[in-house]
């Protein structure tokens, strides 16, 4: 299993992908804000997504899991 984590703190603006689904390495996950700048956080790898670890409109640190794929 791989962690998929923030890059940067912010809000989670956007979740691209659902539990379940097949990812491709870059692909987009999940969109965060951050002082008015999109930021894209992508899959690390080919998977599937096991478990999202927030929901739109949550705050994230840094190193924050956001999901978990396989």
């Known amino acids: ?4 984590k923030a890059s ?7 979740i691209v992908v659902q539990k379940g689904e ?5 692909q987009e996950m999940v969109i965060l804000e951050s002082m008015k700048m ?9 998977g599937t997504v096991q478990e999202l670890k927030v929901a ?3 705050f994230v640190n840094e190193d924050d899991v956001i999901a978990v794929i396989e």
């Open 22 to 26: 097949q990812v491709e390495e870059g």
């Open 56 to 58: 739109e409109g949550d």
């Open 8 to 14: 940067m703190t912010g809000n989670v603006w956007k």
């Open 1 to 4: 299993m791989t962690e998929v």
């Open 38 to 46: 999109e930021i894209p956080i992508t899959a690390e790898i080919t």
